[in-house]
């Protein structure tokens, strides 16, 4: 494992220094670098707190500044943030409109938000939004469900757009209930990944194989197969995408293709070009697009593919402006 | 047997704990690689040297108490899944323990913890984790099994997870492929609850 | 060699086809797709084209927009584009006042862009800017000297902009050859890449090598070194860009880190924070920062750091707005 | 010796260069990933079946013009370095030949036509390139040499690009590390030559 770092213990800490170094006009860290901030909160709006595991860059800090998150916290590698970090990123952005916490649904997160939701009670009305995008893994019903994984971006921009026009955190929190059911995302992996703490390979994959469904955690996914054309590949994902996904015909939808973090754009942009034709091929059309590496598993050579079905509303929520310093567009 | 000091024995307990888990750090994390994210060795470890760190301070407070607080900083300092169930087991039963006056008894506080536990992790018996180690260990308790015997079970229960599919914690993302693996939860938990049986047999009162 | 396509020999312009449909507000294909240009061409400025082979992606299509380029012509894998392409953006972008090809300095796209210029000089003025930003490949005088790399980003970002606020072809140009003298950029990588049309490595390293001094095409460096802890790595880097740079007390420099391809974002800022780190210690301010994956060479692990010194007219240039798929700033 | 029509000449020609690089075409990029960015062979190859698509059209044609047109095709569609070097010799040496009335030597052409390429290429004798076999084989044509003994000569050239420093083209980058390795250009150059030869030899009155 040949990584950029010193020493494995304060990588996290010193990655996101050079993050807050290297966007210093938009973030700042908040008390005890707990977590990262945008540098001049907006009074009288919902404070949009998320955060995870650190492994996922350039989520979710690329994603605090205008139009999406207030603040980010970041635990260790594919390891929830703690409590602590959560309840200081809660007192220093609420603004008296109380605060909405992204959690995507793996246990570690869930519960550490929780925890620190239940600790925070006392002073700050707090709601959560728990984000479950996967598609359904196929897992029995007392399994714990969908996870959440590339879909979260999609979340966190409409939420932050929402925010930022205004809304209230029980308006925020049901927009953010009603989207579960509304976009889903599959993952396909080339790779396992090397997490620098234990310096092995999470899974080993030959030449001809890949795994389909995994998460963005270096899990191995339901199932190993193998490897195909693009086009191949595509059509399976969309495939269990669709099928997952409640559609009336005449939906706008939004394709977003997210990297794991080894894989060359140029590839994302192909196997975007085979999906929209897939898509297209079946009478869907594509109202908005999104490509890029946004949400990934360290250095996983992979990529998701998430399907949106976006309402008119939020059509409008997804194009308000943005300022962050990973997505950025509008006035 | 050696009788010690009520804060001796705080203070031995978090060394000895913190020893095995140190020792078995690397194996617990080659379990949790086979079906997890690899890192349960590794946040253990974290956990328990920021308890030893402060082993001090703790072993100057109640036993109640002690847990409590020890349970609040593997909650701030573990992160993942590990740090809130560890987190809440201490936390709970410290309450438990300190609320009731004294009245409660152990296998009844512990009980209510890992009542506690199993709803923060919303999981059941069975579901591969480290409550399928805790439940039987409480029984164990409730029958006033020797010291000797609740490591055994402990062992044993931890064990039985390998023919477990999961159900929560990433491993359930795994469906049929996480049978045939030990959960990295429920070894860590059978690790600490054999250490501290061997603690208390060696240096209390039976 | 696991990579999303489908064919080797449409590959290129599979991914080329993704791009322009994902970014179809800002971006559209030339004649018979030949090259990439801006959707709404500004009359009465001078047309920017650029160009190069693919596996530089997100350069050069990315940068295509208001504020930069206003064409972009891509090759084969690695091969400079042919002429014929280049001709064709002068023809569809030169609105009058002429066109400036930025080149990166391999012979092969010098010599590519030399007889499309040759060829189209009948009808239209054109001027070259060759770019060689590398840091000095220490081969003896006679040698092709400094390569074209990630400096181009910079290069191109601040040609676009002058070019947007009115600047004329000689100016653009003299402008230009100016900068050549005030960028440098040093690469290093921790594994070969693979060309698709050949499936092999480049090269292959062992788990405790890197290659210093490298380009942009799976080449080999200059040096095969021990691998290092980043601080180091990027120290060695620093010494040697900086000893190549003509230097004045109190220059604002441009620091940017930039990803070939394989390597997290997050191991790019934690680069970002030990370079800015070391740049403090030797007294020089870091007045403009940039990371990301932008000039990439495949799949390539590694990273380049590019520094250049600018006044305070090239500040502004680089502040300017700028609108395209990937650099997005200002209003 | 068989003596062929001018058009089967040319069509002739295309075809054993198409064959002789679609043959080689894994040699010569294994050549290339030694010293540059392991190409050549795959951008030859693209050019070759540019031209041999377009063979019957180019059989109607002259010699010069023939040679010009096929110089043309492979500057657009080779690319990378290789383009604009094959295709300089091959439109100067038409345009020498047609723009003289026949009244210039072949050997005279190609002479110009070889400085032309270096002047495109900025390359000097020994710089390991392709160059590196083009002034040789121009010398054996001055000296009339027999078509055998250019083909030889060739592909001797070629081979001595394995002792070069490189000086232009991507393998400049490797200074040192260049040495060792014979220059891909130069081998796809003796590859040509050779193939034209024999193709003459057999094909053409002496
Ligand atoms: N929902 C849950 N309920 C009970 N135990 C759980 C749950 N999720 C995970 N666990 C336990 O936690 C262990 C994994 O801990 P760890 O690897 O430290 O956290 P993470 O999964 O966040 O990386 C599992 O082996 C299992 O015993
Ligand atoms: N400046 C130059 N002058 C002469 N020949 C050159 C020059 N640059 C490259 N070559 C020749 O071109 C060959 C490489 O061609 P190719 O691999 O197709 O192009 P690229 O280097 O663009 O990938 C080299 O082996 C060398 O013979
Ligand atoms: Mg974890
Ligand atoms: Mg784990
Ligand atoms: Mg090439
Ligand atoms: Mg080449």
Known sequence: MKKFMNRAETLVAESLAGFVAAHEHMVIFGADRKFVRRRSLRPGKVALISGGGSGHEPMHVGFVGRGMLDAACTGHVFTSPTPDQIIAAIRETDGGEGCLLIVKNYDGDVMNFEMAAELAAAEHRIATVIVRDDVNPGGSKRSQGRRGVAGTLVVEKLLGAAAEAGWRLDELSALGEDLNGRIRTMGVS??????????RKTFALNEDEME???GIHGEPGRARVKFAAADEIVETMLEAILSDLARDRG??????????GGTPVSELYLAYNSARARLQSLGVTVARSLVGTYVTSLDMAGLSITVARLEERELSLWDAPIDTPVLRWGG | MVVVAHAALIGGLIEACREVIAANADHLSELDRAIGDGDHGTNMRRGLEAVYAERNRLAELTLPKALEEIGLILVMSVGGAAGPLYGTLLIETGRQLAGSNGQIEFARALE?????????????????????????VHAEVVRRAGLAHICEEAERAASLTFGMRAMRGRAAFLGDRSVGHVDPGAKSCALLTAVICRFLEEHCPA
Chains 1, 3 share one sequence.
């Open chain 1, 190 to 199: 080339l790779s396992g990944v090397t997490v620098p703490d234990t310096e």
């Open chain 2, 112 to 136: 209510l913890a890992i009542t506690a536990v199993a709803r923060r992790g919303r999981a059941s018996p069975g579901d591969k984790t480290l409550l399928d180690v805790l439940y039987p």
């Open chain 1, 251 to 260: 939906d706008k939808l939004l394709l977003f293709i997210n990297g794991f």
């Open chain 1, 212 to 214: 389909m469904g995994v």
